[in-house]
Each structure stands twice: as C-alpha cells, then as structure tokens.
C-alpha cells in the first residue's frame, strides 16, 4: 500500500502527459484515416509504455523507435498551421505588387466605362443600370486597392516573434514525451524487480543453512577423532 502511494505522483504526471499528447496525435492520425486514426495513436503510445516497462534491452530499443512514431504526429500536427500561415504570408508578399497593378488598371478601366456611360446618358436614356452596376464594380475596386496598401505598409512580423512560441510548444511536447517514459519507468519498477528480490531472500537462508550445518560436522569431528587416536595409541609393557 505504501508503495502503491509513492507512486501515485508519477502515475498522475504519466497520466496527464499522455492526455496532452494524444490530444494533437489523434488529430493528426484522424486526418489521414477518419474511421481509425484514433485507435492507431492510442495503440502506438500504449505500445511504447508497455515497452519502455520491460527490463529488456531489446524491447528497449524497440520502444525507441515506438516513442519517436508517437512524436512526430503531435510535432507535426502542431507546426503544420504555422508553417502554412508562413507559407501563405510569404507568397501574399511576393504577389502584392501585382495584385496592386491589377487593382489600380482595373479602377482605371471602370472610371473611364464609367464617363463614357455618362456621357451616352446625357443623349439617351436606358444607361441607368448600367452606369449604377459600374459604379458598384468601382466601389469594390478601390477598396480591394485600399486593402492592399494597407498590406504593403504593415510591417512584417519578426521571425523570432513567428517561431518562439512554436520552438516553446515543440520542446514542451518532447518534455511530455520523456516524462512519459521517465514515470513509467517509475511505476513499472516494483512489478518487474519483485520476482528476482523473492529469489535471492530464499536462496540465501539455503546457502547459511549449508555452511551451519557443515561447520556443525567439523565440529562434532574434532572430539572424536581425538578419542580414537587415544584408543589407537599403544598400551606400555607391563614386564619392564
């Protein structure tokens, strides 16, 4: 019972970090298989556990391998959003100057429909929709081209203020993941050692036993032959 209490904060933590890692591993899995992908990721993290429980070096080993599988969805499943915001960001910059020409040629082109429909008005009628149509096109123009010059004068944001925060959560999950492995190791430890610690307790009484005994033998061994030596020794002539 009290060892089972000594371990219950490891338990706890163990406990706590698979929950954190599973949350983005399932998430990942689940995209490339929608019936499944759940059971694969559990299925990898309870592998790795039940591995790194053993005292086997090659269960060991294999529980390496089991463990980097069990990390790179969660890594991967978190970097992917801002690598993709980054990604987006990039390409916005590099086609701003075209998407800024094209606004500014097409604003172009509806004010000079725009007079030119005017002027047909002036003469005839029937170029009311027209004209008002035109307008709204001009109207959605300029502020597409508003947008974009507020895009070229906000400045960039920092790389370190990009890519800090997800170092920190990269580093937090691998943290998770030796947590993982440094509790279970911890709450495994009892289960695995109490067979051999049984076996050297009952093996060591048998081997005192061995040496009381044959050190009672020497003992009795010493009186009796001195007493048959005596027996053996040769009585004096009784004639001289």
């Not at 089991?66 to 890594?75: H, N, V």
């Not at 801002?82 to 172009?108: S, V």
Request: glycine residues 4%; hydrophobic residues 50%; contains cysteine.
């Amino acid at each position: 019972m009290k060892t089972l209490l000594n371990k219950l904060p490891a338990l706890a933590l163990l406990t706590g970090a698979v929950v954190l890692l599973q949350i983005h591993a399932m998430a990942w899995w689940t995209q490339y298989d929608p019936a499944t992908g759940w059971l694969w990721s559990v299925v990898i993290e309870a592998g790795a556990i039940w591995l790194w429980s053993a005292r086997s070096v090659l269960r060991n080993c294999i529980a390496v391998f089991a463990t980097a599988l069990a990390l790179i969805a969660p890594l991967y499943q978190l970097a992917a959003p801002m690598l993709d915001g980054q990604r987006a960001t990039r390409q916005a910059a590099d086609t701003l100057p075209a998407r800024t020409q094209a606004a500014q040629a097409q604003i172009a082109t509806l004010t000079a429909s725009l007079a030119q429909y005017n002027d047909n008005s002036a003469h005839r009628g029937g170029w009311s929709p027209l004209i008002a149509s035109t307008q709204q096109q001009l109207a959605t123009a300029r502020a597409d081209l508003t947008a974009l010059q507020t895009e070229a004068a906000t400045p960039a944001p920092v790389a370190l203020a990009v890519y800090l925060p997800l170092a920190m959560q990269m580093i937090a999950l691998c943290l998770l993941q030796c947590l993982v492995v440094l509790t279970t190791r911890t709450v495994f430890a009892g289960s695995n050692d109490q067979a051999p610690k049984l076996t050297t307790q009952t093996a060591a009484p048998a081997a005192g036993d061995d040496i009381a005994a044959g050190g009672g033998d020497e003992s009795r061994s010493i009186p009796t032959a001195l007493a048959d030596m005596a027996l053996m020794r040769p009585k004096p002539d009784a004639t001289r």
